[in-house]
T-cell receptor, first 113, second 112 residues
């Protein structure tokens, strides 16, 4: 069974803290993605990676960075958290090519106070 | 203008009703289209792909109109378990990986 896991379901951090969100998939997928989901705005792509050590900016990369040192793991980093980064963060993975189905993790609800 | 637009709803329908959602997309070069379902406080999951010829999966029918750049989802004989948010999704098949653009979702509530 396909599985994408995220390190935390709920996280509360203070403004200015460095935040790490971890995502692991066990399907040997090439592609991995980080989204944020906000009411009225839907899912917006922050960063994605199509191979180990490769990363590409999505639609809203400002204030975020990512790391992909191993194929199964894709980390999202908030260097200095701000209140406007309070959101639901969803990780996803997919195979290479044009299969298209993305498998999502359960999400991390991050609150920055 | 958003790349993928949907009526946010909610659509409140009784059990057994037929309900239809539409979605419009702005990029005429878009290649692939999908409907994802997202239950409350859960992650999105693929419901069905949308093909040019239209396709059906049980009570669900998806249609694509490339000329007008819209996609539809029809649900027949609605069940309580169909209550969810339905996300219209478009892929532009760029070479940098499998990137999807999501609509904001349409919320469906099926009542007894």
């Amino acid at each position: 069974d396909v599985k994408v896991t995220q390190s935390s379901r709920y996280l509360v951090k203070r403004t200015g803290e460095k935040v790490f969100l971890e995502c692991v998939q066990d399907m040997d997928h090439e592609n991995m993605f980080w989204y944020r989901q906000d009411p009225g705005l839907g899912l917006r792509l922050i960063y994605f990676s199509y191979d180990v050590k490769m990363k590409e900016k999505g639609d809203i990369p400002e204030g975020y960075s990512v790391s992909r040192e191993k194929k199964e793991r894709f980390s999202l980093i908030l260097e200095s958290a701000s209140t406007n980064q309070t959101s639901m963060y969803l990780c996803a993975s997919s195979t290479g090519g044009f299969t298209h189905e993305q498998y999502f993790g359960p999400g991390t609800r991050l609150t920055v106070t | 203008r958003k790349e993928v637009e949907q009526d946010p709803g909610p659509f409140n329908v009784p059990e057994g009703a037929t309900v239809a959602f539409n979605c419009t997309y702005s990029n005429s070069a878009s290649q692939s289209f999908f409907w994802y379902r997202q239950d409350c406080r859960k992650e999105p999951k693929l419901l069905m792909s949308v093909y040019s010829s239209g396709n059906e999966d049980g009570r669900f029918t998806a249609q694509l109109n490339r000329a007008s750049q819209y996609i539809s989802l029809l649900i027949r004989d609605s069940k309580l378990s169909d209550s969810a948010t339905y996300l219209c999704v478009v892929n532009n098949d760029n070479n940098a990986g499998n990137m999807l653009t999501f609509g904001g979702g349409t919320r469906l509530m099926v009542k007894p």
